[in-house]
């Protein structure tokens, strides 16, 4: 069973970027697609972006497009997301998980349909 651990967050300013890595273990990671999702307290996680099995196919929240890249290395086990222009909205826990057979990438990315949660990065964005 695949789980994943987060890491690459942090703080940074205004218009700052950064770059979060997501690395799997207990499976091979080349056979599933993996969603990076972001959650502030209070409320439930977010979809932020979602890559095919093989890196073809890409999706991403509207709010984050322009912003966000997502990437992966399937030799490594490994999924990024990279953020530019990063703003205070965007702070939260940052959580990988991959996306479970017989789904698809989509831009509405629904929670359930995910699976082998990390704890996740923390992002801040502030002045």
């Known amino acids: 069973q695949l789980h994943f651990v987060e890491s690459g967050g942090g703080w940074v300013q205004p218009g700052g970027s950064l770059r979060l890595s997501c690395v799997a273990s207990?499976?091979?990671?080349?056979?599933?697609?993996v969603g990076w999702f972001r959650q502030v307290p209070g409320k439930g996680r977010e979809g932020v972006s979602c890559?095919?099995?093989?890196?073809?196919?890409?999706k991403y929240h509207n709010s984050v497009k322009g912003r966000f890249t997502i990437s992966r290395d399937n030799e490594k086990n490994a999924v990024y997301l990279r953020m530019n222009d990063l703003q205070p909205e965007d702070t939260a826990v940052y959580h990988c998980?991959?996306?479970?057979?017989?789904?698809?990438?989509?831009?509405?990315?629904?929670?359930?349909?995910?699976?082998?949660w990390g704890q996740g990065t923390q992002v801040t964005v502030s002045s």
């Open positions: 890559i095919d099995s093989r890196g073809g196919s890409k």
């Open positions: 998980a991959a996306l479970m057979p017989g789904y698809y990438c989509s831009g509405d990315m629904t929670e359930a349909h995910f699976d082998g």
């Open positions: 207990g499976s091979t990671l080349e056979h599933y697609a």
